[in-house]
């Protein structure tokens, strides 16, 4: 049983074919990440089959697909084994990522704490909003960068995460660029909500950034842009759409399952100590 790694794409493409096609929701996060990523990782079995992948992003942040709690202890060994730069953060499902920090933790005296814990959704039949918001969904367009990488910047601070430090703008170009952020308008033809999707890879989309301003919440609007940018996945060949909510968020959680979709696995993020 073994960690292989590499930086080549195609090597890793190769390798885990096999797995990402039979897990492409559970492995949703490396399916986004990996043409970006860092460095890519896939454990096999004595018989060479591949049971476990992962994408390393910067700085130095793992993220976990289907992964074996076994393997997610052999990697916190091999991370100390190999005196490589060990990581600020670990993210995937949870048993694996508890499995691993408490590995590195008894090897290398790396404290850990829990940051975030998700819920991992599969769209079953898209059941429409009722009572329909009011308004209608249409396309971003350059136009609306400026004021849409605002919302996505105040969605990062939502969530808890280091606003201030990242760029927004170009991120956001990309998604409007290549037509895959939505925004609903409200009766007065003002932009009132968002959601986005990220590009179809192994028959997997995953919906993301769904961001409604405050003064805007109770309406209705996120439900009817959700359900907008799902129904677009699925026009464009998506045979499985995804999405992450936070389990501390009961309102989100709600909805989707109004909209239709179904829990799949949870997930924790988790930081390290020095």
């Known amino acids: 049983m073994t960690w292989y790694f590499t930086e080549d794409v195609a090597a890793f493409r190769a390798a885990t074919a096999s797995l990402l096609a039979a897990e492409p929701a559970r492995n949703t996060a490396v399916l986004t990440l990996m043409d970006a990523a860092d460095r890519l990782g896939w454990w096999t079995e004595p018989d060479g089959e591949v049971t476990g992948v992962l994408a390393v992003s910067p700085p130095r942040v793992p993220a976990f697909g289907a992964i074996t709690v076994e393997a997610a202890r052999a990697l916190a060994s091999e991370v100390v084994a190999c005196a490589v730069a060990q990581p600020t953060e670990v ?3 949870t048993g694996p990522v508890e499995a691993f920090a408490e590995a590195l933790a008894t090897a290398a005296g ?3 704490t829990p ?3 998700m819920r991992l959704f599969r769209l079953g039949t898209l059941t429409p909003p009722d009572p329909a918001p009011p308004g209608r969904a249409r396309l971003a367009g350059p136009a609306d960068i400026p004021w849409v ?3 996505a910047r105040e969605f990062a601070r939502d969530i808890g995460e280091d606003a201030d430090a990242k760029d927004f703008t170009g991120p956001v170009t990309e998604r409007i ?3 895959r952020l939505l925004l609903w308008e409200g009766p007065d033809g ?3 909500s968002m959601a ?3 590009r179809t890879i192994e028959g997997q989309a995953r919906v993301h950034l769904v961001y409604t301003p405050r003064a805007e919440r109770g309406r209705g609007y996120a439900a009817g842009v959700t359900e907008a940018v799902s129904r677009a996945a699925l026009d464009g060949g998506a045979t499985q759409v ?3 909510t936070d389990l501390s968020n009961p309102t989100s959680n709600a909805l989707y399952q109004r909209l239709g979709y179904r829990p799949v696995t949870d997930h924790l993020g988790v930081t390290f100590g020095r």
Do not use: D, K, N, Q
């Open 91 to 93: 993210r995937g499902e």
């Open 110 to 112: 790396r404290s850990w």
């Open 115 to 117: 940051t975030v814990r």
């Open 149 to 151: 990488a605002a919302w």
């Open 177 to 179: 660029t290549e037509g």
């Open 190 to 192: 003002r932009p009132v």
């Open 196 to 198: 986005s999707v990220s």
């Open 242 to 244: 995804l999405l992450f």
